[in-house]
């Protein structure tokens, strides 16, 4: 049985390519030197040394395809929002605060986010009765007074807000003043996590209900001969914002796609193989 080892390297002058073309057998063995011209040795060695680059190129594209396409499948983080208010109204009152729920085919909701403000606003008159001039004070609002602007979710939670303010007047004897317009704003913001609070009610196609009530209070500090009409209204606005990541597309698998490299990489190496043994039977 005969065996062949060929093996081409190029010489330190860069002028020549040597070819070792060894032949064993067995008992002997045999070792034959070629020599080879200057243009077919550099046509040897480039062709040599493309068939390996293909072969490394191909698979260096395929393995950075399958990092591109395991990246694109990475679900991201986004989110969602919806508003509404009431507008003022004359107290006391109740009424609804309707948004959308949140639609699972966008995504898996990871947290909601309530802001919620309520606005309590007063005007009115002021007279006085007696000769001399009276300073009065009027408290809008306040919890101490019985004020509460709420947000309820059903069996859910509730948020209370008591904006308060307080104004002084200075009314002449026998006289009447407008109250100008005294407005108080409260807000707040709550924020319910999945794996902590339940989730459950903001999901679904259908619009989600809070029950925004306004009860509000007012209160009058002066002299006896002082008499106040007070009007009151409230609104409010809430904003809920859903934090979701987003489903991932459908993607190749990244094993194929570097098994596809592979095989064209196998397909390169075996033509570089082929090519080698046309060289070593010259």
Do not use: C, W
């Amino acid at each position: 049985m005969v065996n062949f080892k060929f093996s081409i390297f190029k010489s330190a002058s860069l002028s020549k390519i040597h070819t070792n073309l060894s032949i064993f057998s067995k008992p002997r063995s045999k070792s034959l030197e070629l020599e080879i011209n200057e243009e077919s040795s550099n046509h040897l060695f480039r062709k040599y040394y493309s068939m390996n680059s293909k072969i490394f190129n191909a698979l260096a594209a395929a393995t950075t395809l399958a990092g591109i396409v395991t990246t694109t499948g990475a679900a991201n983080a986004a989110s969602l929002s919806f508003s509404t208010s009431t507008g003022f109204a004359r107290t006391d009152y109740e009424t609804n605060l309707s948004v959308k729920q949140f639609n699972s085919s966008l995504g898996e909701l990871q947290s909601v986010t309530i802001k919620y403000q309520a606005d309590l606003k007063a005007d009115g008159q002021l007279t006085n009765t007696g000769p001399n001039s009276s300073k009065t004070t009027i408290i809008l609002g306040g919890e101490t007074y019985g004020t509460n602007l709420s947000l309820n979710l059903k069996d859910e939670f509730n948020i209370d807000l008591s904006p308060t303010k307080t104004s002084n007047f200075t009314i002449a004897g026998f006289s009447t003043i407008s109250i100008p317009e005294q407005i108080t704003t409260g807000s707040t913001t709550k924020t319910l996590t999945k794996g902590l609070d339940n989730l459950n009610p903001f999901i679904g196609n259908a619009n989600l209900d809070f029950l925004f009530t306004a009860i509000a209070r007012s209160v009058v500090i002066g002299p006896g001969n002082v008499s106040s009409q007070i009007n009151t209204f409230a609104q409010g606005s809430l904003e809920v914002t859903y934090n979701y990541n987003e489903l991932p597309q459908p993607i190749p698998e990244s094993s194929p796609i570097l098994g596809i490299g592979l095989i064209a990489g196998l397909g390169l190496l075996t033509q570089s193989k082929k090519s080698r043994h046309k060289v070593s039977n010259l």
